[in-house]
């Protein structure tokens, strides 16, 4: 053997850097999860009580300032069921109450979705080997409440016959919401047809012209089954009102709400950004063990060092606090500058701009401004966004001027508003209709805007 002894060069992060890159990505409401838990590992980093209620009445002052408290509707949207492009996206719509100032946003109070169906179990007269069963199908549910394991597979583990499992899983997809526990989107609707009592033709296009009614061939359905336009038309709008994953309904999948990071005003003309963290609790060196190090000849060395250990990863991790608070409104502050149009124009003339762009203007790493931006939403004077939103590409128009790509899909999405429904136009259409307004796009590119906005393609554009 050999000895030798070679040279090699690392670049590696600093703890302070560790925590600061962990908390900077961090939304709000995992900040204070993040802190909770500090707290409990640390006994040297401290609630610092007077600066959290001052920060707190500051808050509320500017609050009733800004004229914010106007309550906002909450509601749900989600494309049509039957669409092959989008019927994979339903998710509840989240809304922000600006007037609240719990430290908690209010909801209803609910029990978990996987609890209430196991109540439910509970109280439907089961024998113990059925409520076994159940506790099996429900615990294999996905997050929309479809039953992810072939009742076989469920059989075969428990050791009991097929049948059996079937004979339970039809009680379980009775349970409230009806569908949970359906195998796939057709049996799902069915159900809640049958559920509902609806007319026998309704039921019959879901159970065998599923297919022709997902591709919109309604002539075929109206032939085959003989109705008339007008109860093709009422299937149509019964079936459009089923919901197609019943496990997002009160369940513990859902999320109601999306509480905004920062906010923007807009104050004697000018944009002023602050955090919307009121909740989060500020934070202090624990004075007690201060000077319990101060004094440390009393202290074991283990001890000491334990504490030493446990302050300056206290002192870290309030600094990063700190320069994540610094960080977010440096980026935010530059968006609005690069973005002033924007913000002035009420949601209009959104212009191309890169991480790279703002990285450099506030002269931090791209990396850096990635994960203040990531997941991370502002409530400005004109809406609620994303900060991911204000980062799009651009486009030259005929006329030589830059738009962004958000303005290039509102355009393509206004076209495809005001279109025949009865003869919807096709990708190569809208390109061309798209370069008579001065955009030169492609129709790969339709076809990928058009999917990115979640829009059918004009086959499953086309009405009765």
């Not at 850097?17 to 204070?32: G, M």
């Not at 004109?382 to 899909?409: A, C, P, W």
């Amino acid at each position: 053997m050999k000895l030798t002894q070679k040279q090699i060069q690392t670049q590696k992060l600093l703890p302070k850097q560790i925590i600061f890159a962990k908390l900077v990505q961090l939304p709000t409401y995992r900040l204070e999860e993040a802190i909770e838990n500090e707290l409990e590992e640390n006994p040297v980093l401290e609630i610092d009580y007077d600066a959290t209620k001052s920060k707190q009445d500051e808050s509320k002052v500017k609050k009733d300032d800004d004229g914010i408290g106007k309550d906002e509707e909450q509601f749900f949207n989600w494309e049509d069921i039957y669409s092959s492009e989008g019927s994979n996206d339903f998710k509840p719509v989240s809304t922000y109450d600006a007037s609240a100032t719990e430290k908690h946003i209010i909801q209803a109070e609910k029990k978990y979705f996987i609890d209430d169906l196991l109540d439910q179990i509970y109280r439907a007269g089961l024998d113990d080997d059925e409520i076994q069963i159940a506790e099996e199908l429900i615990g294999d549910l996905d997050e929309s409440g479809y039953l992810s394991t072939p009742p076989e597979n469920i059989a075969y583990k428990l050791d009991i016959p097929v049948k059996t499992i079937k004979k339970v899983l039809s009680i379980v997809q009775k349970l409230d919401p009806i569908g949970i526990g359906s195998r796939n989107l057709q049996e799902c609707l069915l159900l809640q047809i049958t559920e509902r009592g609806e007319k026998p033709f309704v039921a019959e296009i879901i159970k065998n012209y599923f297919d022709e009614f997902a591709n919109h061939d309604y002539e075929k359905i109206m032939k085959s089954l003989r109705i008339s336009k007008e109860e093709m038309k009422y299937a149509k709008d019964t079936i459009g009102k089923l919901n197609p994953k019943p496990g997002y309904i009160d369940s513990e999948f859902s999320n109601h709400y999306i509480l905004p990071d920062l906010i923007v005003t807009k104050v004697n003309g000018e944009f002023v950004t602050r955090h919307n963290d009121s909740h989060i609790p500020e934070l202090h060196l624990s004075k007690k063990y201060q000077e319990m190090l101060v004094n440390r000849d009393k202290l074991d060395k283990n001890t000491a060092e334990y504490l030493k250990s446990k302050l300056n990863s206290a002192s870290w991790f309030i600094e990063s606090i700190l320069q994540r608070r610094n960080t977010m409104l440096k980026v935010m502050n530059a968006i609005i500058e690069e973005q002033k149009d924007f913000f002035m124009g009420q949601g209009e003339n959104l212009k191309p701009m890169k991480l790279s762009d703002i990285a450099e203007k506030i002269e931090m790493d791209i990396s850096t401004v990635s994960r203040v931006t990531n997941g991370k939403y502002v409530q400005t004077p004109i809406g609620l966004y994303e900060l991911k939103y204000f980062f799009t590409e651009g486009l030259q128009k005929k006329d030589g001027n830059f738009v962004s790509r958000n303005k290039i899909m509102e355009k393509l999405k206004e076209i495809i508003s005001n279109e025949n429904k009865k003869s919807p136009l096709k990708d190569e259409d809208l390109a061309i209709i798209m370069g008579d307004n001065g955009y030169n796009v492609a129709r790969r590119t339709i076809s990928k805007y058009r999917k990115i906005m979640n829009i059918q393609n004009a086959k499953l554009r086309r009405e009765i």
